[in-house]
C-alpha cells in the first residue's frame, strides 16, 4: 500500500502559476507511472497528466497541453505538476494518483492509490 500527500495548491489570479508536488511513501515508487486527476465542482474527476515509471512519456489532457508540465525525481519519491497560464477553469482539486503498471491509460481505473488532494483555485 501506499500513501500519497499532496501539496501546492492555493489562490491565483489568472495567469499565474503554481507547482503541485505529490510524495509517496510506502511502496516503490520508481516501479509506477504516475499521474494528476481533478475535479471541479459539480463535475466528474479528469485526467490531467500521467508520467512512465521512468519519466521517459507523458501524457496530457488536451486542456493543459502547452500549460502544464508533468515530472518526476525518482530518489525523492515525489511526482511534480507546474502549471503556468492558469485559467478559473483550472479551478478544482487535484489529486495525485499511483498507476497500477509502469504505464497505462488515462482511465482513473489504471490507478489503484490516490491521495486526499489539494484546492486550486484561480481567480478572473
Known amino acids: 500500500q501506499v500513501q500519497l500527500v499532496e501539496s501546492g495548491g492555493g489562490l491565483v489570479q489568472a495567469g499565474g502559476s503554481l507547482r503541485l508536488s505529490c510524495t509517496a511513501s510506502?511502496?516503490?515508487?520508481?516501479?509506477?507511472?504516475m499521474g494528476w486527476f481533478r475535479q471541479a465542482p459539480g463535475k466528474e474527476r479528469e485526467f490531467v497528466a500521467a508520467?512512465?515509471?521512468?519519466?521517459?512519456?507523458?501524457s496530457y489532457t488536451d486542456s493543459v497541453k502547452g500549460r502544464f508540465t508533468i515530472s518526476r525525481i525518482n530518489a525523492k519519491n515525489t511526482v511534480y505538476l507546474q502549471m503556468n497560464s492558469l485559467k478559473p477553469e483550472d479551478t478544482a482539486i487535484y489529486y495525485c494518483?499511483?498507476?497500477?503498471?509502469?504505464?497505462?491509460?488515462?482511465?482513473?481505473?489504471?490507478?489503484?492509490?490516490w491521495g486526499q488532494g489539494t484546492q486550486v483555485t484561480v481567480s478572473s
Open positions: 494518483a499511483q498507476g497500477r503498471t509502469a504505464w497505462g491509460t488515462k482511465a482513473a481505473a489504471s490507478f489503484g492509490s
Open positions: 510506502g511502496r516503490t515508487f520508481s516501479s509506477y507511472a
Open positions: 508520467i512512465s515509471w521512468s519519466g521517459g512519456l507523458t
